[in-house]
């Protein structure tokens, strides 16, 4: 089993819908999340962070945390072609190590 | 000027060559990250350095090697560079003060292994 998983998608949504991205984690002790959005053949840049359960928001993006689940999700709402890119979850481990998913690439359609 | 630099961005090599690829920052952070990137298998880590005399290995290091020069530069070397190396990598910067231990990204190389 991988530390932290996601679906590789595609995930494909319409414009101005919300698009729901999730990630698994295995290490029950893990204690922050993050979120970092990849354009094709650029750098990640974060783009939400989360360590307490519930949800947090920022502009058109919540993260969501369940801790008993081990379970961290990302919502857009209304989505632009513009979201279209690879969204990596991360989980923070010990000494400040952050472990990455795979990746679930978001094609938002006009 | 970008904060975090990579060199080259680009390099196709030959299999069995010594390769090293450069990192360097302007944030002023102690810890920097060196990542490989293939597809489908997300961003994984090879090695890792918190100050200018703590190296770390990541998951992936064995075939690499680093030498923090700096505390604001970091390099990446391969001895023998195989073909399973063609890869994207990254140096990632994150200050050791923050709590949430942003991490911050370099533009990216991409290595060709023939």
């Known amino acids: 089993q991988k530390e932290v998983e996601q679906n590789s998608g595609p995930l494909s949504v319409p414009e101005g819908a919300i698009a729901s991205l999730n990630c698994t984690y295995s290490?029950?002790?893990?204690?922050?999340f993050f979120w970092y959005r990849q354009y094709s053949g650029k750098s990640p840049e974060l783009i939400m962070f989360?360590?307490?359960?519930g949800d947090k928001e920022d502009g058109r993006f919540t993260a969501q945390l369940n801790k008993a689940s081990q379970y961290v999700s990302l919502l857009i709402r209304d989505s632009q072609p513009s979201d279209s890119a690879t969204y990596l979850c991360?989980?923070?481990?010990?000494?400040?190590?952050?472990?990455f998913g795979q990746g679930t690439t978001l094609q938002v359609k006009p | 000027d970008a904060d975090v630099t990579q060199t080259p961005r680009n390099r196709i090599t030959k299999t069995g060559k010594r390769i090293m690829l450069e990192c360097s920052q302007t944030?002023?952070?102690?810890?920097m990250y060196w990542y490989r990137q293939d597809p489908g298998l997300g961003l994984r880590l090879i090695y890792y350095?918190?100050?200018?005399?703590?190296?770390n290995k990541g998951e992936i290091s064995d075939g690499y090697s680093v030498s923090r020069q700096a505390q604001a530069k970091f390099s990446l070397s391969l001895e023998s560079a195989i073909p399973n190396q063609t890869a994207l990598y990254f140096c990632?910067?994150?200050?050791?003060?923050?709590?949430?231990?942003?991490?911050?990204f370099g533009p990216g190389t991409r290595l060709t292994v023939l």
């Open positions: 989360i360590y307490s359960n």
């Open positions: 990632a910067t994150s200050d050791l003060a923050g709590g949430y231990n942003e991490q911050f």
């Open positions: 944030k002023g952070h102690d810890r």
């Open positions: 991360a989980v923070k481990r010990t000494a400040g190590k952050l472990i």
């Open positions: 290490d029950r002790g893990s204690q922050s």
């Open positions: 350095s918190f100050d200018v005399k703590d190296i």
